[in-house]
């Protein structure tokens, strides 16, 4: 079965500086993960997948994350935050072998200070 | 514009008073699926379907229930709708290919007085 953690419900960070956001999942076979925003009062919007290709993914409004399957980890990291990053981030697993359900994680919600 | 509507976006009502949040996809996508989202517990699987005529149960079923008569909708039954089932609700959908992320809804917003 497929499970995903998330470390740290909230993370605040100032504008400019790292933003890590951290995911471990756990799954039976190789799995496809994901990574989605919510901003307020919508819907989860994609940023970026890995599906077995390139360990480094590269998403949407300069966000990134590095598939380390030694760590079971999906980390998503953006080098300098900007204000427009303040969101909730969802990480998500699903079965690489066949069609199933995606679990997701309990959130991360991310404050940017000016 | 691909996109997952759902209606209503917000309302209110009262315990057992049946309501029904429907949920349209203009993709052709043969995956829907319904969650609830409540603080803390991220997102939570209430019922999917894999096509027309077929339907599962997700992780939190109990009290709703679903109908996928057409490929493009996905309606959300409340029968009796209880305190417990104030939630924020969201419908997806996505290609039966395990790669493909889900579109997901703007949500609706329940309150169950």
């Known amino acids: 079965a497929q499970s995903v953690t998330q470390l740290g419900s909230h993370v605040s960070v100032s504008e400019g500086a790292l933003v890590l956001l951290r995911c471990n999942y756990s799954?039976?076979?190789?799995?496809?993960l994901f990574w989605y925003v919510q901003y307020p009062n919508q819907g989860l919007q994609l940023l970026l997948k890995?599906?077995?290709?390139?360990?480094l993914v590269k998403g949407i409004n300069g966000f990134e994350a590095e598939f380390k399957k030694s760590e079971t980890s999906f980390h998503l990291t953006k080098p300098s935050a900007h204000m427009s990053d303040a969101a909730e981030y969802f990480c998500a697993v699903r079965r690489g072998d066949s069609y199933d359900k995606e679990i997701f994680g309990p959130g991360t919600s991310l404050s940017v200070i000016p | 514009e691909a996109q997952v509507t759902q209606n209503p976006r917000y309302l209110i009502t009262v315990t057992g008073k049946k309501l029904t949040v429907t949920c349209s996809q203009n993709?052709?996508?043969?995956?829907m699926s319904w969650y609830r989202q409540d603080p803390g517990l991220g997102l939570r699987q209430i019922y999917y379907?894999?096509?027309?005529?077929?339907?599962d149960k997700g992780d939190v079923p109990e009290g709703y229930k679903v109908s996928r008569k057409e490929k493009r909708n996905f309606p959300l039954i409340l029968e009796s709708p209880s305190p417990n089932q104030t939630s924020l609700y969201f419908c997806a959908s996505s290609p039966e290919v395990g790669n493909q992320p889900q579109h997901f809804g703007d949500g609706t917003r329940l309150s169950i007085l």
């Open positions: 799954s039976s076979v190789p799995p496809y």
């Open positions: 890995y599906t077995s290709a390139a360990t």
């Open positions: 993709m052709n996508h043969e995956y």
């Open positions: 379907s894999m096509n027309v005529e077929v339907t």
